[in-house]
């Protein structure tokens, strides 16, 4: 019902742009969210988006990636910039019709992850 793109190798320094269209039409009255797992580490919040468009974004990527969502297209997407060998990992788009939440653990809809590898 997710599908995620646009992860790839890019240089320390560089940008990407990740996209998750989803293939519900319900889910554009869903919360929707970018997380990340590196290798050996938890599942981590990067940005999320409400349904109404308020923005939440992890410190560790304030200033640097922006998401948004276009609910017409059914597609969220993350714009990131600045990327550092730290934000290697495998990003992942999720949704929830519950109620807005930063954890992972509150979204019941999960993408199949795009991989996003940064050079240093």
């Known amino acids: 019902q997710l599908q995620a793109s646009g992860g790839g190798l890019v240089q320390a320094g560089g940008s990407l742009r990740l996209s998750c269209a989803a293939s519900?039409?319900?889910?554009?009255?869903?919360?929707m969210g970018w997380f990340r797992q590196a290798p050996g580490k938890e599942r981590e919040n990067v940005a999320d988006?409400?349904?109404?468009?308020?923005?939440y974004y992890a410190t560790f990527v304030k200033g640097r990636f922006t998401v948004s969502r276009d609910n017409a297209k059914n597609t969220i997407y993350l714009e990131m910039n600045s990327l550092k060998p730290e934000d290697t990992a495998v990003y992942y788009c999720?949704?929830?019709?519950?109620?807005?939440?930063?954890?992972?653990?509150?979204?019941?809809?999960w993408g199949q992850g795009t991989l996003v590898t940064v050079s240093s």
């Open positions: 988006v409400h349904a109404l468009g308020s923005t």
């Open positions: 519900e039409r319900s889910l554009s009255r869903a919360h």
């Open positions: 999720a949704a929830t019709l519950g109620p807005y939440s930063h954890d992972y653990a509150a979204y019941e809809y």
